[in-house]
């Protein structure tokens, strides 16, 4: 479990990490560099996953060594797929994401955290996000570094 300390707010408990696959954790359907490694440790403290369209066919390629939970799901109505893992995962949930589709699991996540990487990132995602980061190595650190979101969340 990851445990974050903020000051003026409830500690948040973090039990499981949710990645959105493809604009977030991959660009043209491959893992960015960093993040293998951070995933690595990032499993040590909670349960990861990578939820995904997979519009390039190369998510279980890609993540299937990692020894996470990977789901995929139909690029139609991808949005209600994602929201409706998230609100069946117990304890508390961290999800990361850049596009329209991860709107709703960043409404049922108790973190969410807004990924500007290569793919760009929707406009309409920033008003659900708790944070954002200008990539995916910098948001997988938050967590693994959980100081680091004191100044940013604190009331």
Not at 14 to 20: A, F, G, Q
Not at 43 to 54: F, G, I, M, P
Not at 101 to 119: G, H, K, P, T, Y
Request: net charge neutral; aromatic share 4%.
């Amino acid at each position: 479990m990851i445990v974050i300390e903020i000051p003026g707010r409830k500690p948040l408990r973090i039990n499981h990490v949710v990645l959105d696959y493809n604009g977030t954790a991959a660009v043209d359907g491959m893992l960015l560099k960093g993040v293998k490694e951070r995933i690595a440790r990032l499993k040590e403290l909670a349960h990861v996953y990578v939820l995904t369209a997979d519009t390039y066919g190369t998510v279980t390629r890609q993540c299937g060594p990692l020894g996470i939970t990977v789901r995929t799901f139909p690029r139609e109505g991808a949005a209600g797929c994602k929201e409706e893992i998230v609100k069946g995962l117990e304890g508390g949930v961290a999800c990361l994401g850049n596009g329209f589709n991860d709107i709703q699991m960043f409404d049922a996540a108790q973190l969410s955290i807004a990924v500007l990487e290569r793919e760009g990132m929707c406009a309409a995602l920033l008003s659900h996000a708790s944070v954002v980061v200008r990539s995916i190595e910098d948001g997988l650190d938050l967590l693994l570094k959980p100081d680091r979101l004191r100044a940013t969340l604190r009331s």
